[in-house]
């Protein structure tokens, strides 16, 4: 090696408390969490996801008592905790869907493994999930 040429810094060692704080993630590396972190979700949700399908279909009354649930609440539970709870339901398997579509894509086509498509790809995975659930929690939420 040159004197002309400068050395580049070695990081053998990560203090959790000093460098993790300012270590900026990439939109790639968020939308990668957020996958893991919306299956993780769906996965413990799931008991509250079959009851939600069981008693909506189950009866024409046990169907007015879901929609009572959601419009008036249930128990000590109004309402709009319940259509928060689907509204995160939501967002969840929106972007877990988005996201693994995603990860598909970079599977199946090697040539798409780069950072230019990585970073736009995740955008659009977010701005895709982002709007969908901005739709759906508008009817959910009775705003059309």
Do not use: Q
């Given at each position: 090696?040159?004197?002309?040429?400068?050395?580049?810094?070695?990081?053998?060692?990560?203090?959790?408390?000093?460098?993790?704080?300012?270590?900026?993630?990439?939109?790639?590396?968020?939308?990668?969490i957020?996958?893991?972190?919306?299956?993780?979700?769906?996965?413990?949700?799931?008991?509250?996801?079959v009851?939600?399908?069981?008693?909506?279909?189950?009866?024409?009354?046990?169907?007015?008592r879901?929609?009572?649930?959601?419009?008036?609440?249930?128990?000590?539970?109004?309402?709009?905790?319940?259509?928060?709870?689907?509204?995160?339901?939501?967002?969840?398997?929106?972007?877990?869907?988005?996201?693994?579509?995603?990860?598909?894509?970079?599977?199946?086509?090697?040539?798409?493994?780069?950072?230019?498509?990585?970073?736009?790809?995740?955008?659009?995975?977010?701005?895709?999930?982002?709007?969908?659930?901005?739709?759906?929690?508008?009817?959910?939420?009775?705003?059309?």
């Open positions: 090696m040159t004197d002309l040429a400068k050395k580049r810094p070695e990081f053998r060692n990560i203090n959790a408390f000093k460098d993790l704080t300012t270590y900026r993630m990439t939109v790639g590396a968020w939308v990668s957020l996958h893991r972190g919306s299956g993780a979700i769906l996965f413990l949700l799931l008991p509250l996801l009851w939600m399908f069981d008693t909506s279909l189950s009866s024409e009354y046990s169907f007015a879901f929609k009572a649930a959601f419009e008036s609440g249930l128990g000590f539970v109004p309402g709009w905790m319940f259509k928060l709870v689907t509204l995160g339901i939501i967002w969840a398997y929106l972007h877990h869907v988005c996201a693994g579509i995603r990860h598909l894509w970079m599977d199946v086509d090697h040539g798409s493994i780069s950072k230019s498509f990585a970073k736009s790809s995740a955008i659009a995975a977010l701005v895709v999930s982002l709007g969908l659930t901005a739709v759906l929690g508008a009817k959910l939420f009775g705003l059309y």
